[in-house]
């Protein structure tokens, strides 16, 4: 018999106390550890990975140098002379103005590749901003201006380049939908009054404003990346102008030629 003030063993081997006390006893009689003991010497604590180490290597194709470098990298890629020397075997740069573009393409080799070329010209301004992400809206800006960049002053040309209009709508697609759509509609309606340079280049001039009422400061992040390497790339040309004094200059950034009147070689 249990002497007084204790209860009889309970099932398992545990003793029962006063006020619900219960002492582990049969658990440790019977071999069993208590798993909040600590190991013995003998045995090795399983080693638990940091997961800070395990995600890097998926994150670092986001980080800002790759994303910087990818947006330039793509950007760079010349589709439109690729397109007209698979197709007629002519290099852009000493066709017309020796502009890089989709005009000249489809000059020399027609709507087809002019419409692949186009494509890819769009998508490749994209790439920067889709792997910088919403989140990034500095970064995404960035990349789509080097994006851009790369285009209008591309190392595979020695510096050559288009105006980077299709390059932009790309870039500025995953960012500010409204702005790419707006420089369509500028190429658009300069193209049906004869005069695409003009449509463009209002369309640049209102951007910023535009994306800024609408996207706040992403919007003039996005817009101004664009817009800068665009306006700069029509003063610049792709060689020095053919005459002097800022009336070329006015020429170059209002019709984007060296003169008034269309180059007759264009």
């Not at 019977?30 to 045995?43: I, L, S, V």
């Not at 932009?168 to 960012?175: I, R």
């Not at 939908?177 to 695409?196: K, M, T």
């Not at 060296?258 to 070689?265: K, V």
Request: hydrophobic share 45%; proline share 8%; glycine share 16%.
């Amino acid at each position: 018999m249990a002497r007084a003030g204790h209860a009889a063993p309970g099932p398992g081997g545990a003793l029962r106390l006063g006020r619900g006390r219960v002492r582990e006893l049969g658990d440790r009689q019977a071999g069993h550890r208590d798993p909040r003991a600590g190991r013995g010497p003998g045995r090795r604590a399983r080693r638990i990975p940091d997961r800070r180490h395990v995600s890097l290597p998926r994150r670092a194709w986001r980080s800002p140098v790759v994303v910087l470098a990818a947006g330039y990298a793509a950007g760079a890629v010349p589709f439109s002379n690729i397109a007209a020397r698979r197709a007629r075997g002519v290099d852009l740069r000493a066709v017309g103005t020796g502009t890089v573009s989709g005009t000249a393409l489809y000059r020399v080799a027609g709507f087809g590749p002019l419409a692949l070329a186009g494509i890819f010209d769009v998508a490749k301004g994209a790439v920067g901003p889709l792997l910088a992400g919403r989140d990034r809206p500095v970064l995404a800006a960035a990349s789509g201006g080097l994006a851009v960049a790369g285009h209008n002053w591309s190392p595979f040309l020695a510096g050559a380049g288009g105006r980077g209009v299709s390059t932009a709508m790309g870039a500025l697609a995953p960012q500010q939908p409204a702005g790419a759509l707006f420089l369509l509609a500028g190429l658009s309606l300069g193209r049906v009054g004869g005069e695409s340079a003009v449509g463009v280049l209002i369309a640049d001039l209102a951007m910023v404003p535009l994306l800024s009422r609408l996207g706040g400061r992403r919007g003039r992040l996005a817009g101004g990346a664009v817009v800068l390497p665009m306006v700069l790339k029509r003063l610049l040309g792709n060689a020095r102008p053919r005459g002097a004094g800022p009336a070329v200059y006015l020429w170059r950034l209002v019709l984007d030629r060296d003169r008034p009147s269309p180059d007759p070689a264009a």
